[in-house]
């Protein structure tokens, strides 16, 4: 295993090579380093590096990283990717930049009430199952569209675009990495106000080539940069 500031540098010049191969500006896509599971200190070294965004999936665990004397106030940019049920809502807005995994309707209500009543403005995307598999979550492609003329009009938060887990198999991760682009499209075309919807989260330490290809904004990579969990 290299060291973390040697994997992200190796990342960032694939991110690189990948937006010369698709004629993108590098510019477009944020890496995210995804480090749940791994220690603050791990983070630390990643940030020493200049690594400003992380991506975590636990609530409980994404609360003590947020106030580990390594790592507050240092200015990370903290994105929480994971599932989100709507009890812990409450204690994560205000302190992530971005909430990856919204994927109902009454989650997103529970979401623009406590945004409401905390008086803050939460950018979020919606979780969408390309795949079609079971075991995932997020919504149907399909429920995305007849849910959001409802979602559109929540206040204090604001639909900023798309998030998917692909498929393990490459081809069908493309496959599904376009469909979720696709389905921003028709997104925008239905939103009053179409100017925040523009990311498309997808992308991991085995596809974000592709992704990126198909018009990723955001990559999501953990095993790549941090290890095995
Ligand atoms: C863990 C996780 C990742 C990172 O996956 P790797 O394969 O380790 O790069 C990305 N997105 C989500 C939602 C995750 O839970």
């Not at 994560?92 to 995994?101: C, F, P």
């Not at 919606?126 to 995932?136: F, I, P, Q, R, Y």
């Not at 498929?167 to 979720?180: H, M, N």
């Amino acid at each position: 295993m290299e060291s973390i500031a040697a994997n992200i540098e190796c990342i960032q010049e694939q991110i690189t090579a990948a937006c010369i191969e698709a004629g993108r500006d590098r510019a477009e896509v944020r890496l995210i380093a995804v480090s749940k599971n791994h220690p603050a200190s791990f983070i630390r070294e990643a940030f020493d590096s200049g690594q400003i965004e992380f991506g975590e999936s636990y609530v409980q665990e994404f609360l003590e990283k947020y106030d580990d004397p390594e790592l507050e106030n240092q200015g990370i940019e903290w994105h929480f990717i994971g599932h989100l049920q709507s009890n812990k809502i409450r204690s994560i807005i205000g302190k992530v930049s971005l909430i990856h995994g919204i994927d109902k309707l009454s989650t997103a209500e529970e979401l623009s009430k406590r945004a409401l009543q905390q008086n803050l403005q939460v950018n979020y995307l919606l979780e969408v199952n390309t795949s079609g598999e079971a075991s995932k979550y997020g919504m149907a492609p399909e429920e995305v569209l007849s849910v959001a003329e409802d979602l559109f009009m929540l206040p204090n938060i604001t639909l900023c675009g798309l998030m998917t887990i692909a498929s393990p198999e490459r081809i069908k991760a493309q496959e599904e990495f376009r469909q979720l682009r696709m389905l921003l499209d028709a997104l925008k075309a239905v939103a009053p106000d179409p100017s925040p919807l523009v990311e498309l989260s997808m992308g991991m330490s085995g596809d974000f080539r592709e992704a990126i290809h198909e018009g990723a904004t955001m990559i999501r990579v953990g095993t790549a940069i941090f290890g095995w969990r």
